[in-house]
Structure formats: C-alpha cells, structure tokens
C-alpha cells in the first residue's frame, strides 16, 4: 500500500507539490494577518473593559462555537449577497485569518494577563502612559512567552487549509482528491496527503522544540 | 412580511438536521472516551512502549486535519472489504480523531492525580482492577470532566465536516437549503446561529461544572 502511494506521489508529484505550495501560502497570509487582527483583538479585549473588549468578547465567542466549515461558507456563499466577492483562495485567506484571528486573540490575552501585576504597578509608579506600559513594558515581555502557541496556531492553519477543499481550492486535500478521481485511488492518494500533512507537522514541531530549548521556556505552553 | 416567512421555513427545514448532529456527537463521544480512557492509562503507564503507542496515536491524530481523515476511513475501510455506511463511519471517525485529544486530556488527569492515592491503595492490596475502577479513574476523570465538555464542543463542530461523506446535517441542510432559496446570507446566518446555541449551551454547563468541581476537588 505504502508502495502504491509512493508510486502515486512520484507520478502525480506536480498537484501535491501546487497543493502544497497553495496550503502554506494561504496559512502563511492567514498567520501574518491574523497575527495583526488577532494581536489587535487581544490587546482591546486585556485592557478594555467598556464596549471595544466586549466586541472583541463576542468575536471570539462566535468564532469558537461555530464551525469553520459554516464560516467558509458564509464568506464565500453568503457576502457576496452584501455585495462583497472573493475568489475562492482570497474566501480561503479571509476565513482563515477570521478564524484564527479569534484564537491569537485569545493566546495574546492570556500572555498579558500572564505579566505578573507588579509590572503594570511599577511602570504606572514611574508615571507611564498606557500606552507606554503596552508598547514598552507589556508586549515585549508577553510575546517570547506566546511564540510556541503561535506556532501551535500555525500548525492549526495548516490543518484548517483542508476546509478550502470544499470551496474548491487545490491544496493538500483537494490534491488527493484530484489524483483520486484520475486514477481511482482514493486510499493510495489521500495517503500521500496524510502524510504531507504528518512531515508539516513535524517539521514545525521540530523547530518549536529547538526555540524552547534555545530559549528555554517550560513546555506547557504548547497548545 | 416574505423575508419573514423565508426565515421560518429556512429554519425549520435547518432545525430538522439538528437532532443528527446531536446523534453524531454523543454516539462518537462514548467510544472516544473510551479510546481516551485507554489511551490516556497508556500514555502515563510505566511502561515505554505502551507510552510509546499512545503519543504516537495522539500525533497522528493531531497532525493530520480531520477534513482528510475523514476521506481516508471512507475510502480505506472498504479497501479491506468493510462496508459500513457513511453514518457509522463518520461516527468511526470522529470517536477515532477525538479519542486521541481525550487521550491527551486524561493522560493530563492522570498524571495530576496525587502518587500517594494509587500508592496507598497498592499498600491496602487492591488489584489493578480494583485500582483503577475506585481509585484512580474516578477521581481524574471528576477533575477533567470540563475538559472534556470543552472537547465536545469541538466535536459538535466537526460533525459540520462529515457531510462531505453525504450525511444530511446541519451545514449540508444548509446549502440545500441555498440551492432552493438563493439566500446564502440569511441560511448561513441561521445554520451559524444553531451550532452557536449548541455549543454556546456546552460552553455554559462546562463553565458551571468547572466551578463546583473545583469546589469539590478542593474539599478534599
């Protein structure tokens, strides 16, 4: 079997190569924008209490109890009603970091929350600025912290790129997919696809391994 | 007044696939314990090989998206003449995929569980059974049980993924729905509105349960 798929794989290497190439483009967009969004969404939902934290409360809330699946599907089936129409990879970036965002949203709230109070009470004693506190005292402490659950997000991108399967996007699925329906096998195909999936994997848990043992952070972190 | 009208049949018609995801989440959600009970009992065993198996499992599961993994236990099992219908393998695949996070929560239980409880129950000469039927697995799981609350949430929302296996659920209702209204904005609005309900509702009942178990587990 493992044979079978090898054979596959060789023979059919240009569509797993584009699939992949299509799946680490759309998470690498989706991480760098939702990185932005989400950093921005943390930071309104830890120093926030008034309506701004709450928006951002509710964002979160509707990302993680709805399927991302439905989230597809309304950005590419449903905006379009309200005049907005993505093609189907920008559909891909736009629900990827939608959804992603919501969670560094999350992970970034956390690290803040994470500083110990004193800092926040040592910078205001030596008459900062709120602004001053987040930009110089907060951040740059909580950001080395969140870099392996950062990373655990990407490997999340990754794994979400498959729903673009459904929109017809040719990445790592859609790829096993597409050689399946050529050659009738299915099993061998998304095998092939499996494992693409497994080495991405490793090789991203490899080098989050490598930045905590550098930088010496516990591992609990890991998401 | 028709917007209207459309709402309400579009709703009926969506509602009437909410009883299946409900079906699908609790039907996966006792094997998956299971596979988690055994899993997690591995993976916190003293014995490397068995220790071995478990975080393999739990790293394949983890790495490779569900989307994927559903395809492969479709088109896999009849590969060696299994023929089980797509509702059992959907169900297949959820317990599978979800088992190994449940593995990952309980080993985490276990592990948290003070040394001193299975040692104690080993110095009084209780059997293995004995251990873990009274002793040990009782008393993890009360500590993860919004854990694994917080996992079926999870599961609830993958169940969106096993209409590509053709199973009339929630989201696939919804683009049925779609096709025959052509009001994309306001159907996928409600089928949204219903996974929220659902998982908002499990969200709700973990967070109370988180606090009387934590009340609970401090008591003692």
Redesign the interface.
């Known amino acids: 079997m493992f044979a079978a798929a090898y054979d596959l794989f060789w023979h059919y290497r240009d569509i797993y190569l584009r699939g992949l190439e299509n799946a680490l483009t759309a998470a690498a967009f989706g991480l760098v924008l939702s990185l932005f969004a989400g950093g921005l969404a943390g930071i309104i939902r830890f120093s926030s209490k008034g309506t701004a934290g709450r928006v951002v409360a509710i964002y979160v809330?509707?990302v993680?109890?709805?399927?991302?699946?439905?989230?597809v599907?309304?950005i590419y089936?449903?905006?379009?009603?309200?005049g907005v129409t993505l093609s189907a990879f920008a559909t891909g970036v736009v629900a990827l970091t939608f959804n992603s965002g919501a969670y560094i949203a999350e992970i970034a709230r956390g690290g803040l929350a994470a500083i110990p109070q004193g800092q926040t009470e040592a910078a205001m004693a030596l008459g900062l600025s709120r602004r001053v506190l987040l930009a110089r005292v907060l951040i740059p402490q909580a950001a080395p912290t969140i870099l392996p659950a950062i990373t655990g997000q990407f490997?999340q991108l990754i794994?979400?790129?498959?729903?673009l399967?459904?929109i017809a996007v040719l990445e790592?699925?859609k790829a096993?997919?597409d050689v399946?329906n050529e050659t009738y096998q299915?099993?061998e195909a998304?095998?092939v696809?499996?494992l693409i999936?497994?080495v991405?994997?490793?090789v991203l848990n490899l080098l989050v391994d490598q930045y905590e043992r550098r930088a010496g952070f516990s591992r609990h972190r890991r998401v | 007044m028709v917007l209207l009208s459309l709402v309400y049949d579009a709703a009926g018609l969506i509602l009437s696939g909410m009883p299946i995801v409900i079906v699908l989440t609790i039907s996966a959600f006792i094997p998956a314990l299971a596979l988690g009970v055994v899993g997690g009992l591995m993976g916190s065993s003293s014995y490397r090989l068995l220790r071995f198996i478990a975080g393999l499992y739990v790293?394949?599961f983890?790495?490779?998206?569900?989307?994927?993994?559903i395809?492969?236990v479709y088109?896999?099992l009849p590969?060696y003449n299994v023929d089980i219908g797509p509702v059992t393998t959907a169900i297949v695949a959820l317990a599978l995929s979800h088992g190994a996070y449940m593995t990952e929560i309980i080993r985490g239980g276990l592990l948290g569980l003070d040394k001193g409880q299975n040692e104690a129950a080993i110095a009084i000469g209780f059997t293995l059974t004995q251990r873990l039927r009274d002793i040990v697995l009782p008393q993890a799981l009360m500590a993860i049980i919004p854990s694994l609350l917080g996992q079926s949430?999870l599961m609830?929302?993958?169940?969106?993924?096993v209409?590509?296996v053709g199973i009339s659920e929630l989201?696939r209702l919804?683009?049925e729905v779609?096709i025959r209204t052509n009001?994309?904005?306001i159907?996928?609005?409600i089928?949204?509105a219903a996974?929220?309900v659902l998982?908002?509702g499990l969200?709700w009942i973990a967070r109370r349960l988180e606090a009387r178990v934590r009340k609970i587990t401090s008591r003692q």
Do not use: H, W
């Open positions: 809330s509707v993680r109890n709805t399927p991302m699946l439905v989230q599907y309304f089936f449903g905006l379009p009603a309200l490997v794994k979400d790129t498959s729903l399967y459904t790592i699925t096993a997919d399946g299915f099993l998304y095998l696809s499996c999936y497994v991405i994997c490793v | 790293y394949i983890r790495s490779v998206p569900f989307l994927m993994f395809f492969l088109y896999g590969y949430i609830v929302k993958d169940t969106s993924l209409s590509v989201t919804g683009r779609v009001e994309p904005f159907v996928f609005t089928v949204a996974y929220f998982c908002f969200e």
